[in-house]
């Protein structure tokens, strides 16, 4: 079992990474083989649907860590009521196809969990329009138990244990998720 787990806030004390961090930590200890990357370590192309961003180095090394992955974990702080425009980009950029069809998204048929940062409480739902679109568009499986963390979770710097017990939960059912998956029958294309 193998999971990507991406980290898209650009800020340097980026609480969303943290939590990202601890998801990993409680995959490894499950037995999955983790890979994590910072959104802050890759600079992505400009998305505007032209085949220039297939010859991106940075595309290139985003598409086969995501390739490699059975499951993702996208972590993002909330910003205005959504997952940050970092991350919407990255989907956007990785998750492209070449007109000819010689290379195909690597989102299709991945089990997703979002996993969130937030200020309040009120935007709990703020993944719900990207998650669509991963579902939509990519036949992924969500993990129906996403991670939630808003400021009243932390004590100064330090997560608290209710946090830390729903992280290591969702991270129980992913890896559920991908051993019940890994035989699937199918595999996705673009369809409608």
Not at 138 to 161: E, M
Request: hydrophobic share 40%.
């Amino acid at each position: 079992m193998r999971s990507l787990v991406i980290s898209s806030s650009l800020d340097a004390s980026s609480r969303s990474e943290y939590l990202a961090r601890e998801y990993a930590s409680a995959l490894t200890d499950r037995g999955v083989d983790v890979q994590f990357l910072s959104l802050k370590d890759h600079s992505l192309p400009r998305f505007d649907n032209s085949d220039d961003i297939l010859s991106d180095p940075t595309y290139r090394v985003l598409h086969e860590a995501a390739t490699w992955a059975d499951g993702l974990v996208l972590a993002s702080p909330v910003y205005n009521w959504d997952c940050c425009a970092e991350l919407k980009r990255f989907v956007e950029v990785v998750g492209t196809t070449p007109p000819d069809g010689s290379a195909r998204s690597p989102f299709f048929d991945k089990i997703v969990t979002f996993v969130n940062a937030a200020g309040l409480p009120h935007s709990y739902m703020a993944f719900a329009p990207l998650a669509i679109s991963m579902l939509l568009d990519f036949k992924c499986i969500l993990n129906p138990y996403h991670i939630y963390v808003h400021n009243r979770h932390w004590s100064g710097d330090t997560l608290g244990s209710e946090a830390l017990a729903r992280i290591g939960k969702s991270a129980g059912v992913k890896v559920e998720l991908l051993r019940c998956l890994a035989e699937r029958s199918y595999r996705s294309e673009w369809e409608v």
